[in-house]
């Protein structure tokens, strides 16, 4: 088993940044595929960031590229993903999940990942 625990979201501005965290512990050798997913009021979970932990592959939503960089501290075993230049239509509960090794389109489904957070509030405000 894997647990996942999100922290860093908040009520900010439009404008303003925020750092999420993900930190991982259990079986954490079995994550090798680490995502961030959001999921606004009446929508569906939607794909933001990926990558794996043994390089540099990243993958983004064409909505937050140039703006969200998603990143890890292996030896913290934690994944972050740093939020620049929010707009209201960031807002929206954020979870990170955990899955094993998997690339390319893959990245963006979630039925792939096995491990889920509980969630973390993203509030931005106009």
């Known amino acids: 088993q894997v647990q996942l625990v999100e922290s860093g979201g908040g009520l900010v501005q439009a404008g303003d940044s925020l750092r999420l965290s993900c930190a991982l512990s259990g079986r954490t050798f079995s994550s090798k595929t680490m995502g961030w997913f959001r999921q606004a009021p009446a929508k569906e979970r939607a794909f933001v960031a990926a990558t794996i932990w043994s390089g540099g592959l990243t993958d983004y939503a064409d909505s937050v590229k140039g703006r969200f960089t998603i990143s890890r501290d292996n030896a913290k075993n934690t994944v972050y993903l740093q939020m620049n230049s929010l707009k209201p239509e960031d807002t929206a509960v954020y979870y990170c999940?955990?899955?094993?090794?998997?690339?390319?389109?893959?990245?963006?489904?979630?039925?792939?990942?096995?491990?889920w957070g509980q969630g973390t509030q993203v509030t931005v405000s106009s």
């Open positions: 999940a955990a899955g094993p090794l998997f690339s390319g389109t893959k990245l963006r489904d979630s039925g792939r990942y096995e491990y």
